[in-house]
Every structure is written in structure tokens, then in C-alpha cells.
């Protein structure tokens, strides 16, 4: 059975810093995409970061660049975000994602809450 679990979400004050991870099992994930993606109240999930396997390009949104970085650990099917400098608009459940074809699985979210 496939499980994604996301953990390291909480409550910081605006300008401080979280870090995700995202540990996979059920199959090795090393040739498959692995994501985070994110969801605020009242709007659409959105794409946030992602990273291919080894030696493949790394994608940011433009809203997180510069502050936020995903690094994986093939050997330890982890996924993690790290992310600095948030802001109260970072406020969302962040999930994380791995994908390779038309195959895709979930995790179930953690929420990440930045006061002001």
C-alpha cells in the first residue's frame, strides 16, 4: 500500500521558518517527481515545488521562490520542504505529491499557519 505522510507543519510569526518533510512508502519513489502543493481556505490547491530524480531540474512558483527549497533523500524516500522568510499568504495545508506518468498519489496534509 502506497502512503504519503506529510509532517513538520505548525504555527510560526511571520518571517520565520518550517520545515516539511514527507516520507514515502510502499514502493521505491526514486524515479517518480515528488511535489508539495498547498491549499488556502476558499481556494484552489496550487503547485509549490517539485523535484525529479537524481540530477533533474528543480520548479518553484514564482510566490515562493528565493525562499522556499525541496531537496529529497532517494534512500530514505523523503521529500522535504524547507521554507524561510514565510508569510501570513503562506497560510494553507501544504501536500505532498509523486508522480511519474498518469500515476499520482497524495498525502493527507499538514497544515502550516503564519500569524502576522
Known amino acids: 500500500q502506497v502512503q504519503l505522510v506529510e509532517s513538520g507543519g505548525g504555527l510560526v510569526q511571520a518571517g520565520g521558518s518550517l520545515r516539511l518533510s514527507c516520507a514515502a512508502s510502499?514502493?521505491?519513489?526514486?524515479?517518480?517527481?515528488m511535489g508539495w502543493f498547498r491549499q488556502a481556505p476558499g481556494k484552489e490547491r496550487e503547485f509549490v515545488a517539485s523535484?525529479?530524480?537524481?540530477?533533474?531540474?528543480?520548479y518553484y512558483a514564482d510566490s515562493v521562490k528565493g525562499r522556499f527549497t525541496i531537496s529529497r533523500d532517494n534512500a530514505k524516500n523523503t521529500v522535504y520542504l524547507q521554507m524561510n522568510s514565510l508569510k501570513p499568504e503562506d497560510t494553507a495545508v501544504y501536500y505532498c505529491n509523486a508522480r511519474k506518468l498518469i500515476i499520482v498519489y497524495w498525502g493527507q496534509g499538514t497544515q502550516v499557519t503564519v500569524s502576522s
Open positions: 510502499g514502493r521505491t519513489f526514486s524515479s517518480y517527481v
Open positions: 523535484k525529479g530524480w537524481i540530477g533533474s531540474s528543480t
